[in-house]
């Protein structure tokens, strides 16, 4: 198993542009998250998905976008991509409810100049 | 609210000491979790917390949660340079178990 896969790894943007930052897993699960992660801090909730064709928003979904066609894939659409935007984004699954602890993938480090 | 207190924010020790990393919060929490992130990394998940004055051990990790389930604790005992990293604990999102926020972190230095 792969776990979670993110791409790209690293993207730097200019202001107003756009970009999706991929997401898959392959454990079946049901339940996937999007967070960043500003340098030196914690974790912020952006978007997450309890099965596919469910999305709702967390704590900080203004300037993204998702979409759960499938269980595998989470993909994370920003639109005029702003500075405030500068962050690493962290794609996570997790088995149920009952939340045995999340699997994170890799990361995105996006810097938008 | 859904704030998540972590004290210290950052612990420098030297390998062999041991270290505390304390989590709070202003309401009951139904489970916490505890996840571990190095430099650069993603977090890993490293134990779930249900049960009042539940204490779990992972080597020379202890983990505790408070009688009031409204604090937890990790505890390293004699630290070796690979326990560097943040440690985070995280809380279940507005009630819902399978959504956490998570707290700010402790950044745990080892040097030799």
């Known amino acids: 198993n792969a776990g979670v896969t993110q791409t790209p790894k690293f993207r730097i943007l200019k202001i107003g542009q756009s970009m999706t930052l991929q997401c898959t897993q392959d454990?079946?699960?049901?339940?996937m998250y999007w967070y960043r992660q500003d340098p030196g801090m914690g974790l912020k909730l952006i978007y997450y998905s309890v099965g596919a064709g469910i999305t709702d928003k967390g704590e900080v979904p203004n300037g993204y976008n998702v979409s759960r066609s499938t269980t595998e894939d989470f993909p994370l659409r920003l639109e005029l991509a702003a500075p405030s935007q500068t962050s690493v984004y962290f794609c996570?699954?997790?088995?149920?409810?009952?939340?045995?602890?999340?699997?994170f993938g890799s990361g995105t480090r996006l810097t938008v100049v | 609210g859904q704030q998540v207190m972590q004290i210290p924010q950052y612990q420098h020790v030297q390998e062999g000491e041991d270290f505390t990393t304390y989590c709070n919060s202003s309401?009951?929490?139904?489970?916490i979790q505890w996840y571990k992130q190095r430099p650069g990394g993603h977090p890993v998940f490293l134990i779930q917390?249900?049960?009042?004055?539940e204490v779990k051990k992972q080597k020379r990790l202890t983990f505790q949660f408070g009688e009031a389930k409204k604090n937890s604790s990790l505890h390293i005992t004699a630290t070796q340079t690979t326990d560097v990293g943040t440690y985070f604990c995280a809380r279940p999102y507005r009630g819902t178990a399978s959504k956490l926020t998570f707290g700010t972190g402790t950044r745990l230095q080892v040097t030799l």
């Open positions: 917390l249900v049960k009042s004055g």
């Open positions: 454990m079946n699960h049901n339940y």
């Open positions: 996570a699954s997790s088995y149920s409810t009952q939340n045995y602890g999340y699997t």
């Open positions: 309401t009951t929490l139904s489970n």
